[in-house]
T-cell receptor, first 113, second 116 residues
Framework: NAGVTQTPKFQVLKTGQSMTLQCAQD?????MSWYRQDPGMGLRLIHY???????DQGEVPNGYNVSRSTTEDFPLRLLSAAPSQTSVYFC????????????FGQGTRLTVV | AQKITQTQPGMFVQEKEAVTLDCTYD???????LFWYKQPSSGEMIFLIY??????QNATEGRYSLNFQKARKSANLVISASQLGDSAMYFC?????????????FGTGTRLKVLA
């Protein structure tokens, strides 16, 4: 009964380093997404996926890559970290439809120095 | 285009009183869903309540109710009998069916502080 598992919880990167935030769900949800949360700006959509092999950009996609090779996993890659990417990142999943709630991971607090 | 607006960055309410958190939205899609989430200081996101665009009655879940005014495109959250544990950040969100993407869009949030 894991739900949405997001790792790591905390990460410090140096400018220019790359890393992957992991997200896995065990609810067979078609829809998965990544958000970043910054003070005063709410949750902003980075990338989302409507199924395995299908991804699309959200509001703030620059500097991030995603892929969806399986229904369960939706990793977020930072190619060359910048201080502007310091944020709290959330992965979420849900079924299709306008009436289905999103289930969130615990969040990753990322600091880029 | 999808848009959610929460104009109250912060709110205070006295314990046991009711409080209304504002949310307005913009969409051209006739089919959409409106959601409220709570984020306590521990950081997790907790789903509170849902309202569908075709629902005739306002949604209620315990002490939470959603004041849905479709013509005004507003979906305000009402918390009755506030408790200290209600102190948290609250996010309004919308999901529409445009192009089959079902993107979830969130507002900027309202931080609620319940006073003893």
């Amino acid at each position: 009964n894991a739900g949405v598992t997001q790792t790591p919880k905390f990460q410090v990167l140096k400018t220019g380093q790359s890393m992957t935030l992991q997200c896995a769900q065990d609810m067979n949800h078609e829809y998965m997404s990544w958000y970043r949360q910054d003070p005063g700006m709410g949750l902003r959509l980075i990338h989302y996926s409507v199924g395995a092999g299908i991804t699309d950009q959200g509001e703030v996609p620059n500097g991030y890559n995603v892929s969806r090779s399986t229904t369960e996993d939706f990793p977020l890659r930072l190619l060359s970290a910048a201080p502007s990417q310091t944020s709290v990142y959330f992965c979420a999943s849900s079924y299709w439809g306008t009436n289905t709630e999103a289930f969130f991971g615990q969040g990753t607090r990322l600091t880029v120095v | 285009a999808q848009k959610i607006t929460q104009t109250q960055p912060g709110m205070f309410v006295q314990e046991k009183e009711a409080v209304t958190l504002d949310c307005t939205y913009d969409t051209s899609d006739p089919s959409y869903g409106l959601f409220w989430y709570k984020q306590p200081s521990s950081g997790e996101m907790i789903f509170l309540i849902y309202q569908g665009s075709y629902d005739q009655q306002n949604a209620t879940e315990g002490r939470y109710s959603l004041n849905f005014q479709k013509a005004r495109k507003s979906a305000n959250l009402v918390i009755s009998a506030s408790q200290l544990g209600d102190s948290a950040m609250y996010f309004c969100a919308m999901r529409e069916a445009t192009s089959g993407t079902y993107k979830y869009i969130f507002g900027t949030g309202t931080r609620l502080k319940v006073l003893a």
